[in-house]
């Protein structure tokens, strides 16, 4: 069987977060073509940690800057191996390329890293994200160094893979979009369920380790919510994410009908009994898993441009994308109140997963993808001088960066 190995940044929590749900999609993406998974991570154990066995997953722990990673890597000599983030690539890719030049190397973005820290640094200094505030951004710098030196490197957005062509200069064929996917069986049938009549108030989650969620929590708070209530007064607004902060905790106020829950023990539960979500997201990057959730749900939501991005294509929102305060008010009053526009609404939703998210849309050309990458790997690879180029340059310096904090460990 061939196998595979996953290097994960940390443990995979498909409850907490859309990046544990991606990867929890990977994993049986992979095995469905036949692959034995491994997957490793030098993170620390979590209460939320999803139990890999119950997969048929094996799972070990790794140290970083360690030998040991060789020894165990040479041993298993994976056939491929995925770096979940750049940050990962940098501190294993060497290693990999040293002990298993043979194994395909994939990068799994979860979504452009550099994109979300220049936006979020030019809403911080209230001026408008420019796509050239990318190129002079650090980190833009060693997350596209990571995605040359990969053979390929997986994004959710079409609108990133088109900024990595045409800001960048990334060859394309080192890139390939592969969005959340979900099985034709996860489709809301949306007789079975609640009615619009049989749900009440709003709803936000998302995890709190994530600022663009904490952001948005605060904007509906201080902004959006008061506007809303004072339209719809028995209303209640109930947010819900992993990880809250004391910061998060101290915004709860029952008079003002704002809910600060935390964890949700079901996050599908809790979407499906609202009547609609909102997530007035000002910065960030990727798809939002919650906005999907949201459909899958048969819930309608409210969001930005920021958060409805790349993920509607031509097809009608599953709801209203709208940036102002004052708009974004109206439009979830709208579908609060009208039962016509909320059931159109909850349509486009199903429209949407059914046309851009569907396993069966991608599986077989992604599996065809990867047979012709391990099978013409040498010329591939010759194709990518600027990838092989950063592996002769730059990883000759986060290799010896390694090695002296091993010695210096000792």
């Known amino acids: 069987m061939k196998s595979l190995l996953i290097i994960g940044f940390v443990w995979p929590e498909?409850?907490?977060s859309a990046a544990g749900g991606r990867m929890m999609q990977l994993i049986s993406l992979f095995q469905n073509q036949g692959f034995k998974v491994l997957f490793a991570s030098p993170a620390q154990d979590s209460e939320y940690m999803v139990n890999l066995d119950l997969y048929d997953v094996e799972r070990k722990g790794i140290a970083l800057n360690c030998s040991s990673f060789d020894v165990?890597?040479?041993e298993l000599n994976p056939s491929v191996v995925v770096f979940d983030r750049f940050m990962i690539e940098e501190q294993f890719g060497w290693r990999v390329a040293e002990n298993c030049p043979n194994a395909l190397r994939i990068l799994d973005t979860e979504d452009l890293h550099c994109l979300r820290i220049a936006r979020q640094k030019a809403f911080k200094k209230k001026s408008v994200f420019q796509t050239t505030d990318l190129l002079i951004e650090e980190v833009a710098k060693r997350e596209i160094a990571s995605i040359l030196r990969c053979d390929m490197s997986l994004l959710v957005s079409e609108v990133e893979m088109d900024l990595l062509v045409d800001v960048f200069k990334v060859d394309n064929a080192i890139l390939y979009y592969l969005p959340l996917l979900f099985a034709t069986n996860?489709?809301?049938?949306?007789?079975?369920?609640?009615s619009y009549e049989n749900r009440k108030d709003f709803v936000f989650i998302g995890n709190?380790?994530?600022e663009p969620n904490w952001n948005a929590v605060l904007y509906l708070k201080e902004t959006i919510w008061p506007l809303i209530k004072k339209q719809l007064p028995e209303a209640v607004l109930h947010i819900y994410g992993a990880y809250p902060s004391q910061k998060v905790l101290q915004l709860h106020q029952v008079k003002d009908g704002f809910?600060?829950?935390?964890?949700?023990?079901n996050a599908n539960e809790v979407v499906q009994q609202a009547r609609v979500v909102l997530a007035p997201l000002r910065f960030g990057a990727g798809i939002k898993g919650k906005l999907?959730?949201?459909m899958l749900c048969g819930t309608p939501s409210v969001t930005t441009t920021i958060g409805a991005e790349s993920m509607c294509g031509d097809l009608s929102w599953n709801g209203c994308v709208v940036d102002e305060a004052v708009s974004f008010c109206e439009c979830a009053v709208r579908l609060y109140r009208d039962?016509?526009?909320w059931q159109q609404a909850q349509q486009h939703g199903v429209t949407i997963l059914k046309e851009r998210y569907l396993y069966?849309?991608?599986e077989n050309e992604f599996s065809a993808r990867m047979t012709f990458l391990m099978e013409n790997l040498a010329a591939h690879r010759i194709a990518n001088f600027m990838g092989e180029l950063l592996h002769y340059h730059t990883l000759k310096s986060t290799k010896y960066m390694s090695k002296w904090i091993e010695e210096k460990k000792k």
């Open 14 to 16: 498909p409850n907490s």
């Open 72 to 74: 165990f890597i040479k």
């Open 186 to 194: 996860a489709l809301p049938d949306l007789i079975k369920l609640p």
């Open 208 to 210: 709190f380790l994530h």
């Open 259 to 265: 809910l600060i829950h935390g964890r949700a023990n």
């Open 292 to 294: 999907l959730e949201a």
């Open 339 to 341: 039962k016509q526009s």
């Open 360 to 362: 069966a849309q991608f």
